[in-house]
Antibody
Framework: EVQLVESGGGLVQPGGSLRLSCAAS????????MSWVRQAPGKGLEWVAD????????YYVDSVKGRFTISRDNAKNSLYLQMNSLRAEDTAVYYC???????????WGQGTTVTVSS | DIQMTQSPSTLSASVGDRVTITCRAS??????LAWYQQKPGKAPKLLIY???SLESGVPSRFSGSGSGTEFTLTISSLQPDDFATYYC??????????FGGGTKVEIK
């Protein structure tokens, strides 16, 4: 079964850091781009970042540039999101997803919740 | 950056109604558009890709059309399971996989 499972969410103070993980299974992880998408409470979906198979290309939404870093470990079938200098507006459910050329995002995790509050 | 605008933001409809949601891109994205359905507390689910191709397992009452800058998602006969929020997303480039603002389909 193709599956993505996120972990690492939690409560963090403004200015703090958090590292999210996404464990992939059921497909050849190293063959796919991967993405992070977030959803603030009561709001819509927002693409956050994505990363190419070999990490040679990484892209971010403007609001997280310089604060968030996407990475992956193909040997561990894992995707990561290092989040630094967190702000209240980063509070959201964070999903990892598999974007496929010509298909869109065909596989999603269940999400992990990040709350930035003092 | 290309912006994606959905309308309406909320739609009230009854079971059996034909429902149409529109998504507009600020520049041409050819047919690189996907539609997703999301229910409360759940991850989004891919419905339509490449503007008009139905994802495997998705009921045929869902259809998509359009190209360039204007796209539509149509539900031919709304079913109780279809009350949810729908999002469009452009994927012409990995540099910005932008979503539309969403359309909530509510029970009338």
């Amino acid at each position: 079964e193709v599956q993505l499972v996120e972990s690492g969410g939690g409560l963090v103070q403004p200015g703090g850091s958090l590292r999210l993980s996404c464990a992939a299974s059921g497909f050849t992880f190293s063959s796919y781009w991967m993405s992070w998408v977030r959803q603030a409470p009561g709001k819509g979906l927002e693409w956050v970042a994505d990363i190419k198979q070999d990490e040679s290309e990484k892209y971010y939404v403007d609001s997280v540039k310089g604060r968030f870093t996407i990475s992956r470990d193909n040997a561990k079938n894992s995707l990561y999101l290092q989040m630094n200098s967190l702000r209240a507006e980063d509070t959201a459910v964070y999903y990892c997803a598999r974007p496929v050329t010509a298909y869109g995002m065909d596989v999603w995790g269940q999400g992990t919740t990040v709350t930035v509050s003092s | 950056d290309i912006q994606m605008t959905q309308s309406p933001s909320t739609l009230s409809a009854s079971v059996g109604d034909r429902v149409t949601i529109t998504c507009r891109a600020s520049q041409s994205i050819s047919s690189w558009l996907a539609w997703y359905q999301q229910k409360p507390g759940k991850a989004p689910k891919l419905l339509i890709y490449k503007a008009s191709s139905l994802e495997s397992g998705v009921p045929s009452r869902f259809s998509g059309s359009g190209s360039g800058t204007e796209f539509t998602l149509t539900i031919s006969s709304l079913q109780p399971d279809d009350f949810a929020t729908y999002y469009c997303q452009k994927y012409n480039t990995y540099r910005a996989l932008t979503f539309g603002g969403g359309t909530k389909v509510e029970i009338k």
